[in-house]
């Protein structure tokens, strides 16, 4: 009697396949605020179509980037997604460090001038969202777990 052949692959669970039915130019690894801001430069400003993987299945369980400096807001105006952060983030123009209840050194943001002259603070899912939202809508970038 004939067989059929084993699946070389197990394919696993749906979820951790990612879909190579469609043309993808640059493929990006590593979903958190670096490989999502190339993604979006690569797409919006060269046309490419993009996907990026991440070996993680949640967003972000960890807040590290919560902080965006002036030359970080800069570039993601440039990108347009700046205007959008705003709305969900706070805009801190001095930064104090303490000795316990001493107050010994006190940065002031707001002295660097130019269009952000602050530090942005929100959570690093919150951020991840706003970089992926454009792209995912126009279709030109997915995520997929790798
Ligand atoms: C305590 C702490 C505080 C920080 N505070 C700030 C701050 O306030 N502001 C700031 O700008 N920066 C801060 N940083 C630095 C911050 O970590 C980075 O700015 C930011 O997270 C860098 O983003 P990333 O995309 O390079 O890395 P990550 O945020 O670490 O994202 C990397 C992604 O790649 C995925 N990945 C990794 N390896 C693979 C693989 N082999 N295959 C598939 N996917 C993979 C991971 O799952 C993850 O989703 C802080 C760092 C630390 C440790």
Do not use: N
Not at 76 to 93: I, T
Not at 102 to 130: D, I, K, Y
Request: aromatic letters at 4%; one cysteine or more; hydrophobic letters at 50%.
């Amino acid at each position: 009697m004939r067989r059929s052949a084993p699946a070389l692959v197990d394919p696993g669970p749906p979820s951790r396949v990612m879909s190579l039915e469609r043309h993808i130019d640059v493929l990006v690894c590593g979903a958190g605020p670096v490989g999502l801001t190339a993604a979006l430069a690569l797409a919006r400003r060269g046309g490419l179509a993009v996907e990026v993987i991440d070996e993680a299945d949640v967003r972000a369980g960890l807040s590290y980037a919560l902080a965006l400096h002036p030359a970080t807001l800069r570039l993601l105006d440039e990108l347009g997604v700046a205007g959008e952060l705003l709305e969900h983030g706070l805009a801190v123009d001095r930064i104090a460090f303490y000795d316990r209840s001493e107050r010994r050194l006190e940065l002031a943001v707001s002295a660097l001038g130019g269009a952000f002259p602050f530090v942005l603070v929100l959570p690093q899912s919150r951020l991840e969202e706003v970089l992926i939202a454009p792209e995912r809508a126009g279709g030109a970038c997915a995520i997929a777990t790798a």
